[in-house]
C-alpha cells in the first residue's frame, strides 16, 4: 500500500466578489471542509479513490450552495437538467449521464452506470428509466429548485441571454459545477464532476461535465481532473485529457499541467473556467482563467485546506 492520499473538491470558478458581498464566504468554506474531513475518513480506512469522488461529488450535489443536484441552475423553460460524470483511473472505466431531471444525486447514477451497465453514456428517459432499475432515488421537482436560482433566471429570461450561473451582475460571476479528484492509499486515482450547466441554457444542452476528457478524466497513469467553466469551451479542448496528455507526453507535474491546460484553453477559445488535478504522485493542483475558485484539497495525507481564491 502507498503511504498517503490526496484528495481535491472544488464547487465553481469565476469572479468572487458577490459571495464575499453576500456574506457567504464562510457557509462555502464550511461546507467544503467538512466534506473534505469526512472524505479523509473515507480514504484512510483504505476506501477506494473511486468511492471517495462519488461520495464527495454526491454531498456536494445536495448542498443548495453549489451549481449540482439541488441548487442546479435552471434551462430556458425553468426546469433543472443535470450531467454528471465519474472515471476511473485503474482502467479507464467511466459513467456518465446527460440531461436528467429528478434523479437526487447524478453523480451516483453516473456510477450505476460505470459499474452496471456496458456503456459510458445514458441520456434523458433512459437514464431514468436506468435509475429505477438502480433504485436511485428520485425527487420532486421542486427539491432542485432554490429561491436564488429562480431569481437569476428571471434575469436571464428578461435578457433572453444564457449566463453562466451567477453571472447575472457581471460579466465573470461564479461559474458553478462541482468536481472531486482523489488518489487512495493503493495508488489508484479517479475524478467526479457534476452540474447544472448554463442559466438559461437551451433546453436538451449538453456541457462538458459529462463529456470523457472535457469535464473530466482519470488515469492512473497520469493524473485525474475535473474541470468548471463554460462546457463548451472546454469540450472543444477536450481540456481534462489535454491536461493528462501534458503529464503524459511532456513528463509535467500536476502543477505544470494544470498551468499548461489554462494557458490552451484561453490561447485556443479565450476559455473561462478552472481545473482541479491530483497527479499520481498525490500532488495536487489547481488552475483557472477566471478571477476566482471554489476549491479545497488534503496533499497527500497533510492538512485540510480550503480556499475561495
Ligand atoms: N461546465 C459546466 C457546463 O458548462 O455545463
Avoid at 431569481?151 to 449566463?163: D, F, I, L, S, V
Avoid at 448554463?198 to 473530466?216: C, E, L, Q, T, Y
Wanted: glycine share 12%; aromatic share 6%.
Amino acid at each position: 500500500m502507498a503511504e498517503h492520499f490526496s484528495l481535491m473538491i472544488h464547487g465553481g470558478a469565476g469572479a468572487l466578489e458577490h459571495i464575499r458581498r453576500e456574506g457567504s464566504e464562510a457557509g462555502f468554506m464550511q461546507s467544503l471542509k467538512v466534506i473534505l474531513q469526512d472524505g479523509r475518513q473515507l480514504l484512510e480506512k483504505g476506501g477506494t479513490a473511486l468511492d471517495a469522488v462519488e461520495y464527495c461529488a454526491a454531498r456536494l450535489e445536495d448542498d443548495p450552495l453549489y451549481n449540482a443536484g439541488r441548487g442546479s441552475v435552471l434551462n430556458e423553460y425553468g426546469e433543472v437538467e443535470m450531467d454528471a460524470a465519474i472515471m476511473d483511473g485503474q482502467d479507464l472505466a467511466a459513467g456518465a449521464v446527460a440531461a436528467i431531471t429528478s434523479i437526487k444525486n447524478p453523480i451516483a447514477l453516473a456510477r450505476c452506470v460505470l459499474d452496471q451497465s456496458e456503456h459510458v453514456m445514458l441520456i434523458g428517459k433512459g437514464a431514468k428509466e436506468f435509475a429505477k432499475l438502480c433504485n436511485l432515488p428520485a425527487m420532486p421537482d421542486d427539491y432542485f429548485v432554490v429561491e436564488s436560482r429562480v431569481r437569476q433566471w428571471r434575469e436571464a429570461q428578461k435578457t433572453g441571454g444564457m449566463m453562466l450561473d451567477h453571472e447575472d451582475a457581471g460579466p465573470q460571476r461564479k461559474l458553478g459545477t462541482i468536481g472531486a479528484v482523489a488518489r487512495d492509499l493503493k495508488g489508484n486515482l479517479a475524478a467526479a464532476t457534476s452540474t447544472g450547466g448554463i442559466v438559461n441554457k437551451r433546453w436538451g444542452r449538453v456541457g462538458d461535465s459529462p463529456i470523457i476528457g472535457a469535464g473530466v478524466f482519470a488515469d492512473n497513469q497520469t493524473c485525474a481532473v475535473s474541470a468548471t467553466g463554460y462546457g463548451e469551451q472546454f469540450q472543444r479542448t477536450v481540456l481534462s485529457k489535454m491536461i493528462a496528455d501534458f503529464v503524459y507526453f511532456k513528463q509535467m507535474t500536476a502543477q505544470e499541467a494544470a498551468t499548461a491546460g489554462i494557458e490552451y484553453l484561453v490561447e485556443k477559445v479565450n476559455g473561462l473556467g478552472g481545473v482541479i488535478v491530483i497527479d499520481r504522485q498525490g500532488y495536487c493542483a489547481v488552475g483557472h482563467s477566471t478571477s476566482g475558485m471554489i476549491y479545497g484539497w488534503i496533499e497527500r495525507s497533510g492538512e485540510l485546506c480550503c480556499k475561495l481564491a
